[in-house]
């Protein structure tokens, strides 16, 4: 499951694929509805492979829940999260039996087998193990740009100040 560029949104519904970083912040295109939308700096966004959630062990990563789904849905569907809540939470517990059922609320229930679903629709979901190593990968990649970009905008700004006229002091 390749999830390292999917990005989850506060305010906006549904996923989104990192498209292109920006000096600004970045554009992303709906899993949705396939329209690209500007994130600037000061939006709330995760990444998916950084999302965990609570059992009374650990933090269970979502790329490992999600491929527990997969697993027991054969890579299709799983269930509406417009369910009862009574039906989610016995589903939920059967893809993670020790959810921590004190801090994990059935709106993250919701939100995960939405997602889920979001992400089968696409063809993102299998059964496989999740690639740690690439993870680690677009990360750094991602730390990388963001050095260069920093790097190139102190060199602009000391160009326009080298070429800036210098501005003398007159006394009166």
Same mark, same amino acid.
């Given at each position: 499951?390749?999830?390292?560029?999917?990005?989850?949104?506060?305010?906006?519904?549904?996923?989104?694929?990192?498209?292109?970083?920006?000096?600004?912040?970045?554009?992303?295109?709906?899993?949705?509805?396939?329209?690209?939308?500007?994130?600037?700096?000061?939006?709330?966004?995760?990444?998916?492979? /950084?999302?965990?959630?609570?059992?009374?062990?650990? /933090?269970?990563?979502?790329?490992?829940?999600?491929?527990?789904?997969?697993?027991?849905?054969?890579?299709?569907?799983?269930?509406?999260? %417009?369910?009862?809540?009574? %039906?989610?939470?016995?589903?939920? %517990?059967?893809?993670?039996?020790?959810?921590?059922?004190?801090?994990?609320?059935?709106?993250?229930?919701?939100?995960?087998?939405?997602?889920?679903?979001?992400?089968?629709?696409?063809?993102?979901?299998?059964? /496989?193990?999740?690639?740690? *190593?690439?993870?680690?990968?677009?990360?750094?990649?991602?730390?990388?740009?963001?050095?260069?970009?920093?790097?190139?905008?102190?060199?602009?700004? *000391?160009?326009? *100040?080298?070429?800036?006229? *210098?501005?003398?002091?007159?006394?009166?």
């Amino acid at each position: 499951m390749n999830v390292e560029k999917i990005l989850a949104i506060a305010g906006k519904p549904g996923l989104f694929e990192l498209k292109l970083q920006t000096r600004s912040g970045f554009l992303a295109e709906s899993l949705l509805d396939g329209k690209k939308i500007t994130v600037g700096m000061r939006s709330n966004v995760s990444l998916l492979s /950084e999302i965990s959630m609570y059992t009374y062990s650990e /933090e269970k990563p979502l790329v490992e829940i999600m491929r527990a789904i997969a697993v027991k849905e054969n890579e299709g569907p799983t269930i509406s999260s %417009k369910e009862d809540n009574a %039906k989610l939470t016995a589903y939920f %517990k059967e893809i993670l039996p020790d959810y921590d059922e004190d801090r994990v609320y059935v709106s993250d229930i919701k939100k995960v087998l939405n997602w889920y679903n979001i992400l089968q629709a696409k063809g993102l979901v299998s059964k /496989e193990e999740p690639k740690v *190593a690439n993870a680690e990968a677009v990360k750094e990649e991602v730390v990388e740009k963001v050095k260069k970009e920093a790097k190139a905008d102190k060199a602009e700004k *000391a160009e326009k *100040a080298e070429k800036a006229p *210098a501005k003398t002091k007159t006394k009166k």
